[in-house]
Each structure stands twice: as structure tokens, then as C-alpha cells.
């Protein structure tokens, strides 16, 4: 069964921290990891990551894979309030299927 | 970017009802769509992957005659809840996946159901 598991669950920092987020996952047949912001609505996509060491970045937000360790990490730099949400991490398969971790709950604190 | 948009956004009716809820990509063609019941602080629950032209896959544990889906068109899907009971009240969430297996998927804003 594919399993996708993020740590921590939750996570308080103030502003102007520096946040690692977490993601490792066992999946057959690997074709794409993706991580996804959550608000108050549904989840908005950030990022999706197909090969190991390709750092993609945008703004102060920034990921990579490691595809040997099957691990993933989301870092956020400068943290803002508005960065508070549930960051999601999912992976995609080759038959389609996509599964989704249980999210980080994110709290940056003025 | 890809926009999908859902509807309504709040639902609240009484026991015994059947709800329509509508998900859109407005602005690619999506052949998969996917439905999601979201309880509070709690993760994504896939309940069914739907697919233009076909029957939809339900994840185990989901009743098929009483979460009906239709995906009629590459760019729209529905989710009707029949008789729907206190227990069906959730968050329901809908996204729509761009074209090839890895691909994002685009979430609708989802809908707030409460049956009284």
C-alpha cells in the first residue's frame, strides 16, 4: 500500500523563522511528488518535483527530492504570518494514483 | 493558471435530501477529476477518482449508489450525496488534473455540507 508520511504534524514558529518541512514516502511505481499550501479552503498547488537534487524555488518558498532516501523536504525562509496554513505533500504514480500525506499544520506567529 | 471552480460553496438542508455539487476546470481539459471529503484537522480522504466517459473507481468504503458521480464532459463533474443524513455533513473537495499521470492536481474551493 502507498504510504506518504510528513512530519512534524505541527509546527509554531514567529516570524522571520527559518521552517524545514518533511515529507518520505514508499510508492510503487514513483512519477511525481508534489506539495500543496492549504488555507481555509481547499489546498493551492506549490510545486511538483519528478527528479532528485533539482531544487525548484519560488519567493522564500523552496523544495527538492531525494529519490534514493524517498524523502522530500519544503523549506520556507523569512516565515510571515500569512505563510500559517496545512502544507500537503502527495505523491503521483504511474497508474494514475495520487495520495496524499496527513499535512503539517504551519503557525507563524507575529 | 489552472483555474477549477465548485459549487456551491454551502450547502445546509434537511435529512433526506439529495445534493448536487458541480466541479469545473475552466480553463484546461481534464480527463481525471477526484473527489475528497475532508473531516476537521484531518487530512484528504479520496472518496472517488471520476473519468470522462466512464464509471468512476471508488475508494474502499464508499457507497457508489449513494455518492453518485457523473463526469459527462472533460470539463465538468458532478457529485450528487442521495438522501443525505447528519453523518454526510463535511467538507467536500474537488480537483481536476491537468493532462498526463504526474501531473498537479487543481483543487476547486470545496463545499461546506450540513444536513440538519
Known amino acids: 500500500e502507498d504510504k506518504v508520511v510528513q512530519s512534524p504534524l505541527s509546527l509554531v514558529v514567529h516570524e522571520g523563522d527559518t521552517v524545514t518541512l518533511n515529507c518520505s514516502y514508499e510508492?510503487?511505481?514513483?512519477?511525481?511528488l508534489l506539495w500543496y499550501k492549504q488555507e481555509k479552503k481547499a489546498p493551492t498547488f506549490l510545486f511538483m518535483l519528478?527528479?532528485?537534487?533539482i531544487e525548484k524555488k519560488s519567493g522564500r518558498l523552496s523544495s527538492i527530492l531525494d529519490k534514493k532516501e524517498l524523502f522530500s523536504i519544503l523549506n520556507i525562509t523569512a516565515t510571515q504570518t500569512g505563510d500559517s496554513a496545512v502544507y500537503l505533500c502527495?505523491?503521483?504514480?504511474?497508474?494514475?494514483?495520487?495520495?496524499f500525506g496527513d499535512g503539517t499544520t504551519l503557525t507563524v506567529k507575529p | 493558471g489552472a483555474v477549477v471552480s465548485q459549487h456551491p460553496s454551502r450547502v445546509i438542508c434537511k435529512s433526506g435530501t439529495s445534493v448536487k455539487i458541480e466541479c469545473r476546470s475552466l480553463?484546461?481539459?481534464?480527463?481525471?477529476m477526484f473527489w475528497y471529503r475532508q473531516f476537521p484537522k484531518q487530512s484528504l480522504m479520496l472518496m472517488a477518482t471520476?473519468?470522462?466517459?466512464?464509471?468512476?473507481?471508488?475508494e474502499q468504503g464508499v457507497e457508489k449508489d449513494k455518492f453518485l458521480i457523473n463526469h459527462a464532459s472533460l470539463t465538468l463533474s458532478t457529485l450528487t450525496v442521495t438522501s443525505a443524513h447528519p453523518e454526510d455533513s463535511s467538507f467536500y473537495i474537488c480537483?481536476?488534473?491537468?493532462?498526463?499521470?504526474?501531473?498537479?492536481?487543481?483543487f476547486g474551493d470545496g463545499t461546506r455540507l450540513s444536513i440538519l
Open positions: 480537483s481536476a488534473r491537468e493532462p498526463g499521470l504526474g501531473q498537479p492536481q487543481h
Open positions: 510508492v510503487t511505481n514513483f512519477r511525481s
Open positions: 519528478t527528479s532528485s537534487g
Open positions: 502527495a505523491i503521483n504514480t504511474n497508474a494514475g494514483k495520487s495520495t
Open positions: 480553463d484546461f481539459q481534464a480527463t481525471t
Open positions: 471520476s473519468n470522462e466517459g466512464s464509471k468512476a473507481t471508488y
